[in-house]
């Protein structure tokens, strides 16, 4: 028997008998008909995603994973690489943006070092680390292909494990890594072949001039890495990261388990589009949570045929975006279990 890996698992398909009864009896609910808009659709994608009538989001959970790039040695980013571990350390310390906005929802919170440069055995970050950090990919891949499927395997692995271990409803992904939009622009181009400037943004905060030396190196790092675009493997393994690799793993265990994916920004949607050429359907189990301010997330949004729930002009990461969209899907949710229909009304 082989043993299920992110690869050879079945992604069911959202089951559309139950999607059309639930669109039908949200009709019959007290408002006018698609006056609640989008929260009908969202409802009725939630009930075929989970094949559940009464589908339940909570608890949410956030899973994270933190990983470096040797492409930071080129100047593509306006932090160093330390960053990285120092972010991972506050995320232990619940300091960060990310644990702000998981306390909010009421989130399972998991920190994954899936390949720091930095070697960090604290107190609650789970160890499954391929290697210390991604080697440049302007001279050499960014890691071999067994380490891309390491990676996309651990983070299957560890989506699994929070849905059946910890009885998590709804999936959240994020990331740390400086350097990581980079990466994500040089997978974005190569699976878009959308020009290098349309992909690539300002990142952590880079100004004009160095966004335009980010674009020469990604540019001049596709040619040197002559992509199979046509082999995801291929392009992770080139151009892509660790905690992109593992993202991807992980949605296609939420997808495996039938259950709901909310994206972050363009890091998040770059794993997202690595995961739908391995499994197509996967895609079927996500939400995009918010548009980021970075270029390449319209490009992957468009490959991903996805609107984001929210525009709040926000450019962090670390699944932030994800988790702020969250109560909009428990509303979805609510609207369905809890409104009355026009029958009950004839009872009052
Ligand atoms: C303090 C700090 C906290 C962050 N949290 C997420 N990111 C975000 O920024 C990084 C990607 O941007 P670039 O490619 O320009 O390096 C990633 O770590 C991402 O998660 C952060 C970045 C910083 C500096
Ligand atoms: O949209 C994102 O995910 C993003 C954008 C800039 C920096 N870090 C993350």
Redesign the pocket.
Known sequence: MTTQNCLNVHIPSPDTNIKKQVATYIDHLTKPPGSLGRLETIATDLAAMTASPFPDVSPPGILVFAADHGI?DEG????PQE??AK?AQNFLHRG??INVFADQIDAHFRLVDIGMATEMNAEGMISRKVKHGTESFLHLDAMTKKEAMKALDAGYEEGKKMITDQGVKCLILG????????SSSAVIAALSKKPISEVTG?????TKDRVQHKQHVITQALKNRKINRDDPLDVLAKVGGLEIAAMAGAMVAAASQRTPIILDGF?SSTAALVAKALHPNSAEYMFVGHRSTEPGHDVALQLLTQKPLLELDMR???GTGAALSFPILKAACAMVKDMATFRDLENY
């Open positions: 930071v593509v980013s306006a932090f960053i990285t972010m960060a943006a990331e740390m890594g400086i350097g990581n939009t980079t300002m990142g952590t905060g880079l890091i962090l990461g670390e």
